[in-house]
Structure formats: structure tokens, C-alpha cells
């Protein structure tokens, strides 16, 4: 099968190259510590409100297209612009942005935790990164995208499914639920990422198109998160930090 190559400045990237740095990105065994974290979920099914595979789709799918498809990415593609662009105050606003709409210590902890993690391993890797000292996670993505060259649309999907198998795993732990019930809510609700890619796009071009960067208006509180996130360290028995 013939390669398809772009050019990208002085570096040929093969389609199947930029396609293995996204799963490499995406994949569980990246050391950023996702598996430690539930975002929440936990603390959703100790109060009752996932019980069973429904309540946790429902409860997933929920977060995704309300917090998740709203907030963190439309941010990831401004983002990746501005990490291409080598815009280093956007990308820091864009970060500061993230992190003041984490709406418990403990997400933003799980933002900020993960956010480092990645920082320290594009570092080992040699590759560039801002010198945040308090890095969201997806704006890290972002830098990790461009400078593997991941289209951006492919990357928001690569991100969608990151988010979207831990919180399967985290749910198949928890609830519990059987491996096959898993991978069923898994396939429900990877049908949401291309609505929500399109989603993402569309407004973060609105929010690009603002004067000022201070106009910014993207993304949506869920209070019932937050509350449930910031009861789950007060939780007898734990398994994740979030």
C-alpha cells in the first residue's frame, strides 16, 4: 500500500506516521496517569447515581457533550493554532482558561497532575513544549499534536476517545460492569465524537473571530459535577483521585 507524505517546513510526515503518533498519544500505556483519576464517576456511583450500564452511559455521555465537547475542546483547538503558530500568550490564556473552569480542587488537580505528566514526557522525548508551571493536560495534547503533526480534527477525536475509554474503564471498575457491557456503552458513545468535533470546531472558530481574548465565552458549568467532585474526598474507601 502506497504512502501518502505531506510536507510540513523540512519534515516529510507519512499519513500512517502521524496516524501511530495519535494512537502512541492516545494510548493507555502513555505514563500521564490517566487511570488514577475518574473525574468524578467515582463519586457518581457511590451516591447512587450510576448503578448499572444506562445510568453510565448516561452519566458519561452526559459530561462529554455538555462539559468535555464545550470546554476542553474548542480549547484544544485553540490551542494547537496557537502552539503552531508559536503564539506562547494565547496558549498561556487558553491554559489560565482551563484551569478557572475546573469547578473542584480535585479536577483541577486531575488536569493540572496529568498536565505535567505529559509536560515531563515531551521533555525526555526531546521534543518542545511551553515552559508552563502549571500545565493543563489538553493544552499539552495540543502541543504534542503539532509537533507530531496530527491533523487537528483527528487529534479532538483522539482526545474524545482518551476521555471517553477512561471513563469506561473507570465505570467497568466501579459500577461494576461485565467486559461485554463495556464495550458496548464504549461503542454508544463513540458515535457522539464526530457531532462533538464538529461542535468543537465550529466554536472555537466563533471565539477566534472575538477582538479581544478577554471575550472569551465557551464552555458550561455542570454544579452537580462539582459537588459530586468535591464530596469524593470525603469518600470511606477510594480507588481513584478524582
Known amino acids: 500500500m502506497a504512502l501518502i507524505t505531506a510536507m510540513r517546513g523540512e519534515v516529510t510526515v507519512t499519513v500512517m506516521t502521524s496516524t501511530a503518533r495519535l494512537l502512541q498519544l492516545c494510548s493507555q500505556a502513555l505514563p500521564v496517569g490517566a487511570y ?91 521534543e518542545p513544549h511551553p515552559a508552563c508551571r502549571s500545565p493543563s493536560f489538553v493544552t499539552l495534547f495540543a502541543v504534542a499534536g503539532v509537533n507530531w503533526h496530527i491533523p487537528v480534527g483527528e487529534l479532538i477525536a483522539g482526545y474524545c476517545y482518551s476521555w471517553l475509554e477512561n471513563q469506561v474503564a473507570a465505570a467497568t471498575k466501579s459500577v461494576p460492569l461485565g467486559q461485554t ?40 458549568s455542570l454544579p452537580m459535577l462539582g459537588l459530586l467532585s468535591a464530596r469524593h474526598e470525603t469518600l470511606d474507601a477510594r480507588l481513584y483521585r478524582s
Not at 458513545?189 to 472558530?205: F, K, Q, R, T, Y
Open 181 to 220: 457491557d463495556a464495550q458496548r456503552m464504549l461503542g454508544e458513545l463513540l458515535a457522539l465524537i464526530d457531532a462533538a468535533v464538529n461542535a468543537a470546531m465550529a466554536i472555537a472558530a466563533s471565539e477566534s473571530a472575538k477582538d479581544s481574548l478577554e471575550d472569551w465565552s465557551f464552555g458550561r
Open 36 to 126: 488514577a483519576y475518574s473525574g468524578g464517576l467515582e463519586s457518581a456511583i457511590s451516591t447512587g447515581y450510576v448503578f448499572d450500564r444506562q445510568s453510565a452511559l448516561v452519566w458519561i455521555s452526559g459530561v462529554f457533550e455538555t462539559s468535555v465537547a464545550q470546554l476542553d475542546l474548542p480549547a484544544l483547538v485553540l490551542a494547537e493554532t496557537a502552539w503552531r503558530e508559536q503564539d506562547q500568550e494565547t496558549l498561556d490564556l487558553i491554559n489560565d482558561y482551563l484551569q478557572a473552569n475546573r469547578e473542584s480542587g480535585e479536577l483541577l488537580l486531575e488536569d493540572v497532575d496529568m498536565g505535567r505528566s505529559l509536560q515531563r514526557l515531551l521533555n525526555d522525548l526531546g
